[in-house]
């Protein structure tokens, strides 16, 4: 990596030329570069690999990715699967979802930070009557992650409920949590009603809002539903409601739990296909707290660091 600095010439001129001076980092042995690259984030390696050839040849180094992956994934990943490197492998991970517990859960990373992403099977939930054909049926479709997902065909009382352990999760992290389905025929009964939801850890104060399952807010009942989450749709065609956010302080023994209900309403609600409950880290955290397995407090300073031109060679220092 050069640095350059403007020198005024001896003349007097007030010209100058750019001078290119070595930074301490090219008398560093690259795998150490490689060791030091790996305590910040994918995003931070991607952006370090764009400052030099030799930060761009450290940034491929296995010891960068294999920090950036989940200490279990050689158990996750089907051996069947073979990657050339293990920056291939995390970005596999990051794009291709894998099936985990039976094919009841999607694990997958997210890109930009390496933290573990969640989908929870309908078949993983509580849903009031689903064993019951009359009332809901399990189809097959191929857009759908997992084998079989539900499809409303007409309830009046409407419960969904799912509880999952956190070890799944990354610790020391804001999760957001999500319900992905599909509505059909603006889900008669349903898509204009608040749904109550609430998210939280077991024996904490669980976080409640209200969601809507289909489109724009009803102009009749506008000051009821000014502060109803409404859906959005997702790249995958599918559609997503936020039910709400926790952090995950620990990853051990705490168990998060989720309920998506309406049982007020005296109409029959139909048109609903269920793919899962998502959970993945909020994208604007409040209050974030670093993780105690890091050796850094902040990683941040660090690249900026990476980055600097330094004007003196390492034995000046």
């Known amino acids: ?159 969904v409920r799912g509880r999952m352990s956190t070890r799944y999760l990354s610790p020391g992290t804001h999760y957001s949590v999500y319900i992905v389905f599909k509505p059909k025929d603006q889900c008669p009964g349903l898509g204009d009603l608040p749904i109550k939801v609430k998210v939280g850890l077991v024996g904490q104060e669980l976080f409640q809002r209200f969601i809507r399952f289909v489109g724009p807010m009803d102009q009749r009942c506008g000051r009821e539903m000014s502060d109803v989450t409404r859906p959005e749709e997702r790249e995958d065609g599918w559609m997503e409601a936020e039910l709400g956010e926790f952090f995950n302080e620990i990853s051990c023994d705490d168990h998060v739990e989720v309920s998506v209900v309406e049982i007020k309403s005296p109409y029959w609600k139909s048109g609903l296909i269920i793919q899962g409950i998502e959970f993945r880290p909020t994208k604007t955290p409040v209050n974030e707290k670093m993780s105690h397995n890091s050796p850094f407090v902040n990683h941040k300073p660090l690249i900026s660091f990476l980055c600097l031109h330094i004007p003196f060679p390492i034995n000046e220092m």
């Not at 019951?132 to 997902?149: G, L, M, N, T």
Request: charged share 25%; aromatic share 12%.
């Open 1 to 159: 990596m050069e640095n350059t600095h403007d020198i005024k010439s001896s003349s007097g001129c007030g010209g100058g030329i750019d001078v290119p001076r070595p930074s301490p980092f090219d008398y560093l042995p690259e795998d150490c570069i490689s060791n030091i690259i790996s305590f910040t984030t994918p995003r931070d390696a991607c952006v370090a690999a764009s400052v030099s050839k030799t930060f761009e040849s450290a940034v491929q180094s296995d010891t960068v990715w294999e920090k950036f992956l989940p200490p279990d994934y050689s158990s996750l990943v089907p051996q069947s699967r073979v990657f050339l490197s293990k920056k291939d492998l995390y970005f596999s991970l990051c794009h291709e979802p894998l099936l985990i517990e039976d094919g009841k859960k999607s694990f997958w990373l997210e890109k930009t930070s390496g933290k573990r992403c969640i989908m929870l099977s309908p078949k993983e939930m509580w849903i009031t009557w689903v064993s019951s054909p009359q009332y809901w049926r399990w189809i097959s479709i191929s857009e759908a992650r997992f084998e079989e997902v539900p499809k409303l065909l007409n309830v009046c009382w409407f419960e």
